[in-house]
């Protein structure tokens, strides 16, 4: 009996595909920040400032008194006790938000209230409990040094010093530093805005019935979680059909306002014309397979200058996809230095199997053992279409091309995309 020979493919082979590495070097060498804008502090909140802040002024502004009480001359009440009380005459009022009333002569005592300016002449604050009032004047019953309760000016920073350096994220206290300088409008860059959009004839929206063979599309939703916890600002521009002239018009018409556009589906074998007929006089896109599981079939390019990310069809290849390809790229175009997940070593609480060729992304449950250690436990799995497997996670286990099976107990690195799962 005559036998004949024909080609299968390999799906657990690395044989021609791009690894990891490489893939997201290539990409992220053709990322650049966005352009910085002057951006309102409320605006600001998570950007990354563009360039160092230099304080113009000293922080605080003026020496104010750190207690409700009375500005006077240390070498006054020096000598001051509760049985041989010093009295000082009452010449005025310090009141926060006001020029004090009066100076400090000899003999004489400002009362101050707390934060409220230093007067000339004062050089200590007498807390008012060591202080007995009689109308116009004040018994001093305890001596107090020179600067004692006082907040000198420029003790938090000094005018000319560097107030906060260009890299910073602003956080709460950034804001709060910049409002207490008067940098009403930092120079940042601004949050990158990405248009989502999902393409497929079988997709339905989470809202509508699903008919027999139709999907509802989860990707568009898990991308907008995903990109506002990067920090960018989602375009949700829905469902597009597998149609050349439907992406290319979705598309053209979020150019305005789109500093990326990233799709899920489209860009497997045989899908791939549709991107690249609408797009081949107006972009550069390459469609190419990653050495990885899940997410080997990846796009990306420019549109007329803007990036795009075309990311695979299943909802586990997109999480994955996003966390090794577009999250990094979010943060260099947001101007962050670090791009990547904090990654700690963990030890796996059962085997690990994958393609022998690729480098495995398994969804895992970190948690710290007795000993202080990591523990890894998978949540599931390994297919592209277990979204489930994700929700339960927190971390993405590499498991290194060349190796099919991590067994239980053996050290994996885990990239942390969240503290911890309840």
Not at 85 to 112: D, N, Y
Not at 236 to 250: C, F, N, S, Y
Not at 361 to 386: C, E, H, I, Q, Y
Request: aromatic residues 6%.
């Amino acid at each position: 009996m005559a036998t004949t020979s024909q080609h299968v493919h390999d799906h657990d082979s690395g044989e021609g595909l791009v690894p990891v590495e490489e893939a997201r070097e290539r990409l992220l060498a053709k990322i650049d920040p966005l352009q910085p804008l002057q951006l309102p502090l409320a605006d600001a909140y998570g950007c990354v400032l563009a360039a160092d802040v230099i304080a113009d002024r000293d922080l605080p502004e003026f020496a104010s008194s750190a207690m409700d009480g009375f500005a006077v001359r240390s070498g006054e009440v020096g000598s001051a006790t509760s049985t041989q009380p010093v009295e000082l005459r009452v010449v005025g009022r310090a009141l926060i938000g006001q020029r004090p009333e009066a100076t400090v002569g000899g003999g004489e005592a400002v009362r101050i209230a707390t934060g409220a300016p230093i007067p000339a002449g004062a050089d200590t604050i007498v807390p008012i409990e060591n202080c007995e009032v009689a109308g116009d004047r004040v018994r001093i019953l305890s001596g107090s040094p020179p600067g004692r309760h006082i907040r000198p000016s420029g003790e938090d920073v000094k005018g000319g010093e560097v107030l906060m350096k260009a890299g910073r994220q602003l956080g709460p206290g950034e804001l709060g530093l910049l409002a207490t300088a008067g940098f009403a409008h930092p120079t940042v860059h601004p949050r990158p805005r990405v248009v989502v959009l999902s393409t497929g004839d079988e997709l339905v929206p989470p809202s509508q019935p699903t008919e027999f063979g139709q999907v509802r599309d989860s990707n568009a939703y898990l991308l907008y979680a995903a990109l506002r916890e990067a920090g960018a600002q989602p375009v949700m521009a829905g469902i597009v059909r597998d149609d050349v002239d439907q992406l290319k018009e979705v598309i053209l018409s979020h150019l305005a306002q789109a500093d990326a556009f990233v799709s899920s589906g489209g860009v497997s074998v045989g899908e791939r014309d549709v991107v690249k007929a609408a797009f081949f006089r107006r972009g550069e896109l390459d469609f190419y397979k990653v050495a990885m599981q899940p997410g080997m079939p990846q796009g990306f390019g420019h549109i007329e200058g803007t990036p795009y990310f075309g990311l695979p069809g299943n909802p586990v290849s997109v999480f994955v996809s996003f966390e090794v390809f577009l999250r990094p790229a979010l943060m260099k175009m947001s101007g962050r230095k670090n791009l990547y997940r904090p990654e700690v070593a963990a030890r796996l609480a059962s085997d690990v199997t994958g393609p022998r060729g690729k480098m495995q992304f398994a969804r895992v449950s970190v948690k710290r053992d007795r000993d202080g250690s990591f523990v890894a436990t998978p949540t599931g799995g390994r297919g592209s279409n277990l979204i489930a497997t994700v929700s339960r996670a927190n971390g993405l286990a590499i498991v290194p091309a060349g190796t099919e099976t991590a067994p239980a107990g053996s050290q994996v690195k885990v990239w942390l995309f969240r503290s911890a799962v309840d």
